[in-house]
């Protein structure tokens, strides 16, 4: 079945320094992917969507300039937070999607997540 | 909640005993889809019921979606500590068949051995 790889799986770094998180779609070519953002016992928040090769599309309220994702290949999907702030410890999940049927068939397929803790 | 709510927040059974779980979203829709979530971990699909369909099957998973009152439900038939996770329902927006997928609030179901 269709894979999306996420790395790092989880990072602790200093405040006021960026981190990368990638997401990889390994066995379909995923047009679309989505960036989410978890915390503890709460629900995914939809954060941006990402078109490979244009500017990604952000929800209400996230803030570009602190996350910013970068689709430059149909198979790669990038989110760094820019300087960091222990408010952006969170669990974040990439869910990518890759033409009609998806990648899995139903049309979304989900990263591992990466849990990230500013300290 | 971006689309919808789910009840009951947290669910606590017995091995064996049947998982009720609700949701209900704010728009019209094109699917609903169920995820579950182990603790800390990424997100796995369950089922995907389409709008002109009233029930779906997969195991011991039952899906009912009630387009009239904006609902759907996921039956765990009996079910196992190995059940223990979160359970969120799942809509694209704007009724869009692959659009953003929203998320309801999910319920913590926890099954006891």
């Known amino acids: 079945g269709a894979v999306v790889s996420q790395h790092p799986s989880w990072v602790i770094c200093k405040s006021g320094t960026s981190v990368k998180i990638e997401c990889r779609s390994l066995?379909?070519?995923?047009?679309?992917m989505f960036w989410y953002r978890q915390f503890p016992k709460q629900s995914l928040m939809l954060m941006a969507t990402?078109?490979?090769?244009?500017?990604?599309?952000?929800e209400q309220g996230v803030e570009k300039d602190k996350f910013l994702i970068n689709h430059a290949s149909l198979t790669l999907s990038t989110l760094t937070v820019t300087s960091a702030h222990p408010e952006d410890s969170s669990f974040y999940i990439c869910s990518a999607r890759g033409g009609a049927t998806g990648g899995s068939g139903y049309g979304y397929t989900f990263g591992s997540g990466t849990r990230l803790t500013v300290v | 909640s971006q689309q919808g709510e789910e009840d009951p927040q947290a669910l606590s059974i017995q091995e064996g005993e049947n998982a009720t779980m609700n949701c209900s979203y704010k728009t019209s829709i094109n699917n609903l889809q169920w995820y579950r979530q182990n603790s800390g971990r990424g997100l796995v699909h369950l089922i995907l019921?389409?709008?002109?369909?009233r029930e779906k099957h997969s195991g011991r998973l039952r899906v009912t979606l009630d387009t009239s009152k904006k609902s759907s439900s996921l039956l765990i038939t009996a079910s196992r500590a190995a059940d223990t996770a979160s359970y969120f329902c799942?809509?694209?927006?704007?009724?869009?068949?692959?659009?953003?997928?929203?998320f309801g609030r999910g319920t913590q179901l926890t099954v006891w051995p």
């Open positions: 799942a809509t694209p927006l704007g009724g869009s068949t692959l659009g953003r997928l929203y």
């Open positions: 990402s078109n490979e090769g244009s500017k990604a599309t952000y």
């Open positions: 019921i389409r709008s002109n369909e």
């Open positions: 066995d379909f070519q995923a047009t679309t």
